[in-house]
């Protein structure tokens, strides 16, 4: 196999063409079967009995609640693992120090660790019977049922999307530029600034947009922490399942439209992120062989 270019576009392999579109068709095939077409079956199931059911169900208390926690806590937990992750990646990529690998290996523990076995670490530390929960009980603290739990679970589950993101771009970068910068006198601020910033900034946005995607619909560290309190300590996910277990069907798959709604509007900025990418790396690619 190799690469055939015809002169306006270039052809991958030279397997006969029923073999590429057989392939197609089995791609586009399994993502209409598993992808839009249990999309599509959450409006229909939500829109099932009409705008005024949809939108009533929308607007209920508990409904409203659980978008505000959502929202408070992606919020909180996003910009926590945005810092997180500029300095973890910025660490490993620019310098070499004693538990590096170490490093990454944390880095990458929400990834190999079950939510739900996350929840429980943070109930057996913070709970009524953990091993401070009798302090925070004397000095009146909730962190188990209430928000501060939620959102340490979700800061747990999602802080690996944008150091992930950014530790491959930076080392790939190398560190020629800031040892340039430092070389004619700049502070650390401002090479961060002028030079790591502005060449990240496509990968930092990714990163952030993944991390919040996983922020509004992590499930499983939630229900551990959250308690199930209506109207509380429910974000989207909680509330969707207390429904749809009461057989209050049409609410549920209209609460799940909104996750679904957020889940197509963070895939149309990924895919501007990604297009705006490779528009500056043509750019960049441009330039140098302008030179």
């Given at each position: 196999m190799h690469q055939v270019n015809n002169g306006t576009r270039s052809i991958a392999t030279t397997e006969p063409r029923w073999v590429r579109w057989t392939l197609l068709a089995a791609a586009f095939l399994f993502l209409a079967?598993?992808?839009?077409?249990?999309?599509?079956?959450?409006?229909?199931?939500?829109?099932?009995?009409?705008?005024?059911?949809?939108?009533?169900?929308?607007?209920?208390?508990?409904?409203?609640?659980?978008?505000?926690?959502?929202?408070?806590?992606?919020?909180?937990?996003?910009?926590l693992n945005l810092v997180f992750?500029?300095?973890?990646?910025?660490?490993?990529?620019?310098?070499?120090?004693?538990?590096?690998?170490?490093?990454?290996?944390?880095?990458?523990?929400?990834?190999?660790?079950?939510?739900v076995v996350a929840g429980l670490i943070y109930v057996l530390i913070f709970g009524a019977q953990g091993w401070i929960g009798p302090?925070?009980?004397?000095?009146?603290?909730?962190?188990?049922?209430?928000?501060?739990?939620?959102?340490?679970?979700?800061?747990?589950?999602?802080?690996?999307?944008?150091?992930?993101?950014?530790?491959?771009?930076?080392e790939a970068q190398g560190t020629e530029e800031e040892q340039a910068a430092m070389v004619l006198g700049a502070s650390g601020w401002q090479m961060f600034w002028k030079i790591t910033l502005p060449n990240i900034k496509w990968g930092l946005l990714y990163g952030v947009i993944l991390?919040?995607?996983?922020?509004?619909?992590?499930?499983?560290?939630?229900?551990?922490?959250?308690?199930?309190?209506?109207?509380?300590?429910?974000?989207?996910p909680l509330h969707v399942e207390i429904l749809y277990n009461e057989y209050n069907f049409v609410a549920a798959f209209a609460c799940a439209s909104v996750l679904a709604l957020l889940a197509l509007v963070t895939l149309v900025a990924k895919t501007w992120v990604e297009w705006q990418a490779e528009r500056q790396m043509a750019a960049d690619r441009a330039a140098v062989f302008d030179q």
């Open positions: 079967f598993f992808l839009l077409v249990p999309l599509a079956s959450v409006f229909t199931e939500a829109l099932k009995k009409g705008w005024d059911l949809y939108w009533q169900s929308l607007q209920d208390p508990d409904a409203l609640a659980a978008v505000k926690l959502t929202l408070l806590t992606a919020v909180i937990a996003v910009p992750g500029v300095a973890a990646a910025w660490s490993i990529a620019k310098f070499d120090f004693r538990g590096k690998s170490l490093l990454i290996t944390l880095i990458d523990l929400p990834f190999s660790v079950s939510p302090w925070l009980q004397d000095h009146d603290i909730k962190v188990i049922f209430a928000v501060p739990g939620i959102v340490l679970a979700t800061v747990f589950v999602t802080f690996p999307f944008v150091a992930r993101e950014l530790i491959p771009l930076m991390c919040n995607a996983r922020a509004m619909g992590e499930f499983g560290a939630v229900s551990v922490v959250s308690g199930h309190i209506r109207g509380l300590t429910n974000t989207i």
